[in-house]
Protein backbone atom coordinates (compact mmCIF):
# COMPACT_ATOMS: atom_id res chain seq x y z
CA UNK A 1 0.00 0.00 0.00
CA UNK A 2 3.18 2.38 0.48
CA UNK A 3 3.47 1.79 -3.09
CA UNK A 4 1.14 4.77 -3.82
CA UNK A 5 3.59 7.13 -2.22
CA UNK A 6 6.33 6.09 -3.41
CA UNK A 7 5.14 6.22 -7.03
CA UNK A 8 4.89 9.97 -6.11
CA UNK A 9 8.30 10.41 -4.92
CA UNK A 10 9.85 8.62 -7.79
CA UNK A 11 7.70 10.93 -10.31
CA UNK A 12 10.15 13.75 -8.89
CA UNK A 13 13.51 11.82 -8.01
CA UNK A 14 15.29 8.67 -7.86
CA UNK A 15 14.40 6.08 -4.35
CA UNK A 16 16.20 3.66 -3.46
CA UNK A 17 15.71 0.34 -2.35
CA UNK A 18 17.31 1.02 0.71
CA UNK A 19 15.17 4.44 1.00
CA UNK A 20 12.36 2.55 -0.05
CA UNK A 21 12.63 -0.09 3.19
CA UNK A 22 13.42 3.09 4.94
CA UNK A 23 9.68 4.64 4.08
CA UNK A 24 8.42 1.04 4.76
CA UNK A 25 9.84 0.53 8.16
CA UNK A 26 8.91 3.65 9.11
CA UNK A 27 4.89 3.12 8.78
CA UNK A 28 4.35 2.16 12.81
CA UNK A 29 0.09 1.06 11.63
CA UNK A 30 -2.70 1.43 8.92
CA UNK A 31 -5.78 2.88 10.04
CA UNK A 32 -9.48 3.50 8.50
CA UNK A 33 -11.59 5.94 9.10
CA UNK A 34 -15.18 6.70 7.91
CA UNK A 35 -15.90 9.55 5.47
CA UNK A 36 -16.89 13.07 7.14
CA UNK A 37 -14.44 12.43 9.78
CA UNK A 38 -12.38 15.02 11.24
CA UNK A 39 -8.96 12.92 12.34
CA UNK A 40 -6.74 16.04 13.46
CA UNK A 41 -7.84 18.34 15.17
CA UNK A 42 -6.11 21.90 15.06
CA UNK A 43 -4.05 22.89 18.11
CA UNK A 44 -3.82 19.29 19.42
CA UNK A 45 0.07 18.05 20.25
CA UNK A 46 1.15 15.55 17.55
CA UNK A 47 3.78 13.14 17.78
CA UNK A 48 2.84 10.87 14.71
CA UNK A 49 1.92 12.26 11.02
CA UNK A 50 -0.23 10.62 8.29
CA UNK A 51 0.10 9.20 5.10
CA UNK A 52 -3.02 9.17 2.91
CA UNK A 53 -3.31 5.68 1.22
CA UNK A 54 -7.46 5.52 0.08
CA UNK A 55 -9.86 7.99 -0.43
CA UNK A 56 -9.63 11.89 -0.36
CA UNK A 57 -9.11 13.72 2.91
CA UNK A 58 -8.56 17.78 3.09
CA UNK A 59 -7.36 20.99 5.56
CA UNK A 60 -9.42 23.19 6.70
CA UNK A 61 -10.69 26.25 8.79
CA UNK A 62 -13.76 26.92 10.28
CA UNK A 63 -15.26 30.43 10.73
CA UNK A 64 -16.53 31.40 14.02
CA UNK A 65 -19.97 32.04 12.20
CA UNK A 66 -19.48 28.38 11.09
CA UNK A 67 -18.53 28.52 8.14
CA UNK A 68 -15.57 26.16 6.46
CA UNK A 69 -12.77 26.66 4.07
CA UNK A 70 -11.09 23.52 2.62
CA UNK A 71 -7.34 24.97 1.62
CA UNK A 72 -6.29 21.84 0.47
CA UNK A 73 -7.34 18.70 -1.01
CA UNK A 74 -5.44 15.50 -0.40
CA UNK A 75 -5.18 12.55 -2.89
CA UNK A 76 -3.98 9.34 -1.71
CA UNK A 77 -0.08 9.01 -1.68
CA UNK A 78 0.44 12.65 0.65
CA UNK A 79 1.11 13.21 3.57
CA UNK A 80 -1.68 15.62 5.13
CA UNK A 81 0.22 16.69 8.09
CA UNK A 82 4.21 15.89 7.42
CA UNK A 83 4.73 19.56 8.47
CA UNK A 84 3.33 18.79 12.25
CA UNK A 85 7.09 16.73 12.39
CA UNK A 86 8.37 20.44 13.17
CA UNK A 87 4.99 22.43 13.78
CA UNK A 88 4.18 19.72 16.24
CA UNK A 89 0.68 20.65 16.15
CA UNK A 90 -1.75 22.47 13.23
CA UNK A 91 -3.34 25.45 13.15
CA UNK A 92 -5.91 23.79 10.80
CA UNK A 93 -7.90 20.45 11.04
CA UNK A 94 -7.49 16.86 8.38
CA UNK A 95 -10.91 15.93 7.66
CA UNK A 96 -11.52 12.74 5.80
CA UNK A 97 -13.93 13.39 2.64
CA UNK A 98 -14.53 10.01 1.57
CA UNK A 99 -13.42 6.67 3.48
CA UNK A 100 -9.87 6.73 3.91
CA UNK A 101 -7.55 4.27 4.83
CA UNK A 102 -4.26 6.10 5.92
CA UNK A 103 -0.34 4.88 7.28
CA UNK A 104 0.95 6.10 10.82
CA UNK A 105 4.62 7.05 10.65
CA UNK A 106 5.69 8.69 14.31
CA UNK A 107 7.85 11.74 14.13
CA UNK A 108 10.48 9.29 16.34
CA UNK A 109 10.99 6.99 12.77
CA UNK A 110 10.70 10.09 10.80
CA UNK A 111 14.26 11.63 13.21
CA UNK A 112 16.00 8.03 12.46
CA UNK A 113 15.34 8.66 8.74
CA UNK A 114 16.66 12.92 8.92
CA UNK A 115 19.69 11.21 10.98
CA UNK A 116 20.48 8.33 8.53
CA UNK A 117 19.31 9.14 4.87
CA UNK A 118 19.62 12.95 3.97
CA UNK A 119 18.84 13.12 0.33
CA UNK A 120 15.42 10.91 1.35
CA UNK A 121 15.08 13.77 4.08
CA UNK A 122 15.42 16.51 1.48
CA UNK A 123 12.84 14.16 -0.89
CA UNK A 124 10.00 14.88 2.00
CA UNK A 125 10.63 18.63 2.76
CA UNK A 126 10.14 18.65 -1.12
CA UNK A 127 6.92 17.56 -0.59
CA UNK A 128 6.40 20.19 2.33
CA UNK A 129 7.67 22.70 -0.17
CA UNK A 130 5.25 21.21 -3.01
CA UNK A 131 2.40 21.59 -0.27
CA UNK A 132 2.66 24.98 -0.13
CA UNK A 133 3.08 25.74 -3.98
CA UNK A 134 -0.45 23.93 -4.18
CA UNK A 135 -1.68 26.18 -1.13
CA UNK A 136 -0.03 29.39 -2.98
CA UNK A 137 -1.87 28.55 -6.18
CA UNK A 138 -5.18 28.07 -4.32
CA UNK A 139 -4.89 31.11 -3.23
CA UNK A 140 -4.55 32.72 -6.66
CA UNK A 141 -7.75 31.02 -7.41
CA UNK A 142 -9.44 32.56 -4.47
CA UNK A 143 -8.10 36.06 -5.14
CA UNK A 144 -8.08 36.68 -8.75
CA UNK A 145 -9.48 33.88 -10.67
CA UNK A 146 -13.15 34.24 -11.40
CA UNK A 147 -15.75 31.14 -11.06
CA UNK A 148 -15.45 29.71 -13.87
CA UNK A 149 -11.33 29.52 -14.06
CA UNK A 150 -11.07 28.52 -10.57
CA UNK A 151 -13.36 25.67 -10.83
CA UNK A 152 -12.08 24.33 -13.85
CA UNK A 153 -8.32 25.16 -12.76
CA UNK A 154 -8.86 22.84 -9.85
CA UNK A 155 -9.90 19.86 -11.71
CA UNK A 156 -7.54 20.58 -13.55
CA UNK A 157 -4.61 20.16 -11.07
CA UNK A 158 -6.70 16.91 -9.32
CA UNK A 159 -5.82 15.21 -12.82
CA UNK A 160 -2.70 16.06 -12.88
CA UNK A 161 -1.67 15.32 -9.44
CA UNK A 162 -4.15 11.82 -9.63
CA UNK A 163 -2.50 10.83 -12.88
CA UNK A 164 0.81 10.78 -11.05
CA UNK A 165 -0.35 7.57 -8.93
CA UNK A 166 -1.95 5.54 -11.57
CA UNK A 167 -5.80 7.18 -10.43
CA UNK A 168 -6.67 8.21 -13.69
CA UNK A 169 -8.04 6.57 -16.72
CA UNK A 170 -7.40 8.73 -19.68
CA UNK A 171 -8.94 12.33 -18.56
CA UNK A 172 -11.20 10.81 -16.51
CA UNK A 173 -11.00 10.12 -12.41
CA UNK A 174 -12.97 9.75 -9.15
CA UNK A 175 -13.75 12.43 -7.33
CA UNK A 176 -16.67 11.09 -4.53
CA UNK A 177 -17.14 14.41 -3.09
CA UNK A 178 -20.46 16.52 -2.61
CA UNK A 179 -20.89 20.42 -4.59
CA UNK A 180 -20.97 21.47 -1.23
CA UNK A 181 -17.58 20.44 -0.43
CA UNK A 182 -16.73 21.69 -3.66
CA UNK A 183 -18.16 24.84 -2.99
CA UNK A 184 -15.98 25.39 0.14
CA UNK A 185 -12.53 24.64 -1.60
CA UNK A 186 -13.30 27.04 -4.50
CA UNK A 187 -14.57 29.64 -2.01
CA UNK A 188 -18.49 29.91 -3.99
CA UNK A 189 -21.70 28.91 -2.75
CA UNK A 190 -23.40 25.56 -3.73
CA UNK A 191 -26.17 26.91 -5.69
CA UNK A 192 -22.94 29.20 -7.95
CA UNK A 193 -20.71 25.41 -8.29
CA UNK A 194 -23.92 23.71 -9.42
CA UNK A 195 -24.27 26.57 -12.24
CA UNK A 196 -20.55 26.90 -12.99
CA UNK A 197 -20.82 22.78 -13.53
CA UNK A 198 -23.80 22.89 -15.71
CA UNK A 199 -21.58 25.89 -17.61
CA UNK A 200 -18.36 23.50 -18.26
CA UNK A 201 -20.48 20.90 -19.27
CA UNK A 202 -22.39 22.50 -22.03
CA UNK A 203 -19.54 24.05 -23.45
CA UNK A 204 -18.37 20.43 -23.96
CA UNK A 205 -15.18 20.63 -21.73
CA UNK A 206 -16.13 18.15 -18.76
CA UNK A 207 -18.75 16.47 -16.68
CA UNK A 208 -18.80 15.92 -13.19
CA UNK A 209 -21.56 13.27 -12.31
CA UNK A 210 -21.75 10.45 -9.83
CA UNK A 211 -18.53 10.85 -8.17
CA UNK A 212 -16.80 11.30 -11.67
CA UNK A 213 -14.89 13.79 -13.40
CA UNK A 214 -14.55 13.26 -17.07
CA UNK A 215 -12.68 15.44 -19.02
CA UNK A 216 -14.02 15.86 -22.43
CA UNK A 217 -11.49 18.32 -24.16
CA UNK A 218 -8.50 18.91 -21.58
CA UNK A 219 -6.44 21.52 -23.57
CA UNK A 220 -9.15 23.99 -23.69
CA UNK A 221 -9.90 23.52 -19.88
CA UNK A 222 -6.51 24.31 -19.44
CA UNK A 223 -6.80 27.36 -21.14
CA UNK A 224 -10.17 28.51 -19.81
CA UNK A 225 -8.36 28.20 -16.23
CA UNK A 226 -4.88 29.47 -17.41
CA UNK A 227 -3.25 26.09 -16.26
CA UNK A 228 0.05 25.71 -15.97
CA UNK A 229 1.59 22.94 -13.85
CA UNK A 230 4.97 24.00 -13.24
CA UNK A 231 3.78 24.09 -9.39
CA UNK A 232 3.40 20.88 -9.45
CA UNK A 233 7.30 20.32 -10.15
CA UNK A 234 6.99 17.48 -12.58
CA UNK A 235 9.97 16.98 -13.77
CA UNK A 236 12.41 14.05 -12.21
CA UNK A 237 15.17 16.43 -10.37
CA UNK A 238 17.84 14.97 -8.10
CA UNK A 239 17.42 16.78 -4.71
Given amino acids: MIGIHLLKLRARDEISAEEEQAIRGAVAEIREFPADKTVIEAN ?17 KDLSEGQRQITELHVPGDFVDLHSFTLK ?14 AIVPHANLDRITERYPHLTRVLWFTT ?5 IARE ?3 SLGRRNAIQRTAHLFCELRVRLGIVGLTDGNSYALDVTQIELAECLGLTAVHV ?3 LKE ?24 VADFDSNYLYLRREPR
Fill in 138 to 140: GEV
Fill in 129 to 133: NLDAC
Fill in 44 to 60: RPLIVSTLLLEGLMCRY
Fill in 89 to 102: HLDHAILTLTRCKV
Fill in 200 to 223: LRERGLMEFRGGRVTITDFAELER
Fill in 194 to 196: NRV
